[in-house]
């Protein structure tokens, strides 16, 4: 991961003729594209272009957000590949370390300070998001997705949940998982979130080019051991802009997906399903100047985001 994200940021920085600061890089020049299909596994519509933004002219979703403050730093030691944010019903911070790491959740406050570990019952070969969403019988769950992919050879990849851990339990039990395929086969991604409103789950891949494949996983598919995810979108961010986290608000009425470099934010009707709010115009709202940003969550009316790294910072861009 490291390795991708000096690259986007060298090269960009060159394209611009700036140096290599994370905070005076643009991600893109010309503006996001994207396109829809239909819920179905061998579309290969192209993208549809889609005017860039401005300040006067960016969808109200991203108006009245306050730049980034930071709330504080991370200090655990053994927290240092902070690849996934999920905000608890609580307020609790739960994060996950990247591949490598051992399989379990960190629960912070939101200075950093960790309030307890939680290990899983589960594999981490290389964990790159989690989400809270509903599980059965409108139980709160934790997801993990088991999604990355760096050489783009895993058959399968899987999608854990569980109930959201108490605050005396230090091991998730009873933990489902769900392997999942792509219809075009294997893919690299670090973007996945539960929609609120219907359980379902979303995938979003992660592209040098910066066309990028959303897959969606039924909610009922947890009845069954394994499923072929699929393909609902397809967003176009502008080269090298590598979607590393993705998330949705507690009312599923706003959708968010991060680069290294950009928080970009698509609004979303009362009856629309997330592949339709996916067909508008999404808008680059605040983000914090973050090493490699890697970790994005929701917190009720503003986002949370965290850098890989030792000692990173949490910022919020509230509302």
């Known amino acids: 991961m490291r390795w991708i994200a000096a690259v986007s940021l060298v090269v960009s920085a060159c394209a611009s003729g700036t140096g290599v600061d994370a905070s005076s890089v643009v991600a893109s020049t010309s503006g996001p594209s994207v396109s829809t299909s239909l819920p179905s596994t061998t579309s290969t519509v192209p993208p549809t272009t889609v005017p860039p933004t401005t300040a006067a002219s960016a969808p109200s979703v991203c108006k009245g957000y ?72 409108g139980v709160t769950y934790l997801y993990l997705a088991d999604i990355g992919d760096n050489l783009v050879r895993r058959v399968s990849v899987t999608i854990y949940r569980f109930v959201e851990p108490a605050s005396s339990d230090d091991r998730a039990e009873e933990v489902e998982s769900l392997s999942v395929t792509y219809p075009g086969g294997p893919a690299d ?25 959303t897959f969606r996983i039924p909610a009922g598919a947890w009845s069954q051991p394994s499923i072929e995810a699929q393909q609902v979108a397809t967003i176009d961010l502008g080269a090298l802009s590598l979607v590393t986290a993705g998330s949705i608000s507690p009312d599923g009425s706003v959708i968010a997906l991060r680069t290294y470099l950009d928080v970009w934010l698509w609004e979303r009707g009362a009856g629309e399903t997330v592949a339709d709010a996916l067909r508008g115009v999404p808008c680059r709202a605040p983000a914090a100047a973050e090493p490699q940003g890697e970790a994005l969550g929701f917190d009720g009316n503003g986002y949370l985001t965290i850098s890989e790294g030792v000692g990173a910072v949490i910022y919020r861009i509230g509302r």
């Open 189 to 213: 991604a670090e973007s996945f979130f539960v929609d609120p409103r219907t359980g379902d789950s979303f995938i979003v891949t992660k592209t040098p080019t910066g066309r990028s494949t």
């Open 66 to 137: 306050s730049e980034p403050v930071a709330l504080g730093s991370i200090t655990d030691p053994d927290l240092i590949e902070v690849s996934g944010i999920a905000i608890g019903s609580e307020g609790v911070i739960w994060v996950h370390n990247d591949s490598g790491s051992a399989p379990r959740l960190w629960a912070l406050d939101d200075s950093g300070a960790v309030l307890r570990t939680v290990a899983v019952s589960a594999r981490n070969i290389d964990w790159e998001d989690m989400s809270i969403g509903p599980g059965p019988d």
